[in-house]
Every structure is written in C-alpha cells, then in structure tokens.
Nanobody, 120 residues
Framework: QVQLVESGGGLVHPGGSWRLSCAAS????????MSWYRQAPGKERELVAR????????NYADSVKGRFTISRDNAKNMVYLQMDSLNPEDTAVYYC?????????????WGQGTQVTVSS
C-alpha cells in the first residue's frame, strides 16, 4: 500500500523558518522524483519544488526560489521542504507527491496534505 504522510505543518510568523517532512512507503522511493505542491484557499494547486530520484538538479517555483530548499534521504524514504523567510503568501496546504512514468504507465501518488499558516 502506497503511503505519503506529510508532517510538520503549523503556524509560523512572517520572516520565520519551518520544515516539512514527508514519509514514503509502499513503493521504490529511490526511483521516484519527489515534489512538494501547495494549494492556497481559492487558488489552484501549484508546484513548489521538485527533486530528482538520484542525480540532477532541483527545480523551484519562482515565488520560492532562494527561500525554500527541497531535499531527500533515500535511506530513510523521506523528503523534506525547508522554508525560510516565510511570508503570508506562503500560507497553504502543502502536499507531497511522487510521480514517474514507466513503460508508458504513469504512477502518481499524493499525501493528504499539511497546513502551513504564516501570520503574525
């Protein structure tokens, strides 16, 4: 059974830092690129950051570039999102995602999401 379980959501003050974690199980984690998405109230879900399975560069949305850092630990089946210099526009539900295409079949897994609220 595939599971992606996010943790670490909460309330943080503007300018502060926070870290989200995502625990993966039920699939070969090390072979999947991993991503963080977010969805703010009244807005569409958007890609925040993506990290390849092993080698290659990470990608970030322009709105978080230089402030957020995605990382992974393949030995622990974990992916993280370090968020710095947070502002109220970062308030959203953050989702962990694993996605790959293998032999023309798309595999796409999502976590349940964790709420991050940036407010004074």
């Amino acid at each position: 059974q595939v599971q992606l379980v996010e943790s670490g959501g909460g309330l943080v003050h503007p300018g502060g830092s926070w870290r989200l974690s995502c625990a993966a199980s039920g699939f070969t984690f090390s072979t999947y690129p991993m991503s963080w998405y977010r969805q703010a109230p009244g807005k569409e879900r958007e890609l925040v950051a993506r990290i390849p399975s092993a080698y290659g560069s990470t990608n970030y949305a322009d709105s978080v570039k230089g402030r957020f850092t995605i990382s992974r630990d393949n030995a622990k089946n974990m992916v993280y999102l370090q968020m710095d210099s947070l502002n109220p526009e970062d308030t959203a539900v953050y989702y962990c995602n694993a996605q790959r295409t293998l032999w023309n079949q798309k595999f796409d897994y999502w976590g349940q999401g964790t709420q991050v609220t940036v407010s004074s």
